[in-house]
């Protein structure tokens, strides 16, 4: 089956849908649904829902926004209180669960009253192949992932997005701040602060691709291996280790096998 195959079994069963509220995160695989979604039912049929919480980070926040104003739609924010529930701040392995349940479970609401029944997110179908609690509460909710109902891939959603000219298109992914912390380590706004900041810093100094593990007293920076040359000169660690110690970190490190996404969940598979 062609993408351009999978692309039009998308907008089939949008179309089978007629009206749809979607999780909307800025990220490359819902902004890439939300254009789809808004050029096949119309703007007046889409409903945008964008989840504020200090998990988010101030870039991606910025970057929806400027997305959907793009696409030509408004977003709906709406507030989640994840760091009251203990099951989620105490983070362990099923962290992104109850995340998750918070999100639709809200959206769910907002969808009821604004008249919307059906409920979508962006999976895409490599999702399938990874470590996702959070599926098991899009289920729970009735939330559809229609691009993964497709078959389709990453590297599609990238090529289609070229197509129809989205910024995204070749962003880097980039889940919520929490997936930075390390199972065990108490979810806390402070921590999610830190690596705001501390990943601003790394984009201000020209960075693309990164992560910053929070390791309690220990930050884990992940550059792409092509970046480390760029990374490990004299001036440029000791103004990111000035910046990360301000922060409140007392180690800062280098990871050397690089940028990898999910890198946290290692620890599970050794476990």
Do not use: W
């Not at 007046?44 to 997305?67: D, P």
């Not at 690596?195 to 020209?206: F, H, N, T, V, W």
């Amino acid at each position: 089956m062609t993408t351009k195959d999978k692309l039009a079994i998308l907008k089939n069963r949008l179309l089978e849908l007629k009206r749809v509220a979607i999780a909307y995160s800025g990220g490359v695989d819902s902004v890439f649904l939300l254009k789809v979604a808004v050029d096949t039912l119309g703007a007046a049929n889409v409903l945008a829902c964008l989840g504020v919480s200090e998990s988010l980070g101030g870039y991606m926040h910025q970057k929806a926004i400027e997305s959907a104003k793009e696409i030509g739609i408004d977003v709906t924010e709406f507030g989640i209180k994840e760091l009251s529930d203990s099951k989620y701040s105490s983070n362990d392995s099923n962290r992104c669960y109850h995340c998750k349940k918070h999100l639709f479970s809200n959206l769910a609401k907002i969808a009821s009253d604004n008249g919307f029944e059906h409920i979508l997110c962006g999976n895409n179908y490599d999702d399938k192949d990874d470590y996702r609690p959070g599926n098991k509460a899009a289920l729970e909710i009735g939330v559809l992932s229609p691009i993964a109902d497709a078959e389709l891939r990453k590297e599609e959603i990238r090529e289609i997005s070229r197509q129809l000219s989205l910024k995204t298109a070749n962003e880097p992914a980039s889940p919520c701040l929490a997936s930075r912390i390390s199972y065990g380590l108490e979810i806390t706004k402070q921590r999610l602060s830190q690596i705001d900041k501390a990943e601003s810093l790394l984009r201000k100094l020209g960075f693309v691709e990164f992560r910053v593990r929070h390791h309690n007293e220990l930050a884990r920076i992940e550059v792409s291996q092509d970046d480390f040359e760029k990374i490990t000169p004299l001036e440029m660690r000791e103004q990111i280790v000035n910046e990360f110690k301000k922060l409140g970190f007392i180690y800062i490190s280098l990871d050397l096998q690089g940028f990898r996404s999910g890198a946290l969940n290692e620890s599970l598979r050794l476990s």
